[in-house]
């Protein structure tokens, strides 16, 4: 059998992908898994899903899901985090996705990066169009930051962006992150374990059939 290859589709700005990407890089290095960074753009992909825009959703809701359910992986994991949502969580995600896209074509060290990007967001409460903060999470990973800044917002770095996008909503994926082995997607950091399991004893290919949603 030939090496295993997950694509790893999130948004830099993802509290679930920052909460799994640990255990994430665990789990690729113990299999001898190839991870192809798929950033994209999160809201097209959760409107498509049929998700609502954080502002539409109940406080108990958000509280649970986006409060409560982030506490706890946190502490189950060991990953530091702020208590409250990032001061700049709905600013665009081109500057920081361009910076992962143009690591992974130079060959650098994507996997730290990535991480660092969602921990400085998570942790350190920094926005991800900020250049100079940007730059100081690419060092904390290891990295020169002027490639990557320089090239993040060239126009076919932000095509390929796009094309993720288009490629989230074509899987019909529901949000971030989602990991897909085989053409099969896992979502969410909480199926970790269940990608594990697949990549030593596949899963029995799909079988199970639901009436139409249009019927009911």
Not at 2 to 14: N, P
Not at 123 to 139: C, G, V
Not at 170 to 176: D, E
Not at 181 to 207: I, S
Request: net charge negative; aromatic share 10%; glycine share 6%.
């Amino acid at each position: 059998m030939g090496q295993h290859r997950i694509e790893y589709f999130y948004s830099t700005h993802s509290a679930y992908a920052y909460l799994g990407s640990r255990r994430l890089a665990q789990i690729c290095a113990a299999h001898d898994c190839q991870l192809i960074h798929r950033p994209f753009l999160l809201s097209p992909v959760v409107e498509q899903a049929g998700g609502q825009p954080f502002a539409a959703r109940s406080q108990a809701h958000v509280d649970y899901f986006f409060g409560r359910e982030i506490e706890r992986w946190a502490a189950y994991r060991g990953v530091p985090i702020i208590d409250y949502r990032p001061t700049h969580h709905d600013n665009p995600l081109t500057l920081s996705s361009g910076m992962v896209i143009v690591a992974a074509r130079l060959g650098l060290d994507v996997d730290a990066l990535a991480h660092a990007l969602l921990q400085a967001h998570w942790r350190d409460d920094i926005d991800l169009m900020n250049p100079a903060q940007l730059e100081t999470a690419a060092r904390a990973a290891g990295l020169d930051p002027a490639p990557l800044l320089a090239g993040a917002m060239d126009g076919d770095v932000q095509a390929e962006l796009q094309a993720n996008t288009d490629a989230a909503l074509r899987l019909n994926l529901f949000g971030s992150p989602t990991y897909v082995l085989d053409g099969d997607p896992y979502y969410g950091q909480d199926h970790l374990d269940l990608l594990e399991h697949a990549l030593h004893q596949p899963f029995p290919q799909p079988a199970f059939q639901n009436p139409s949603v249009n019927d009911a």
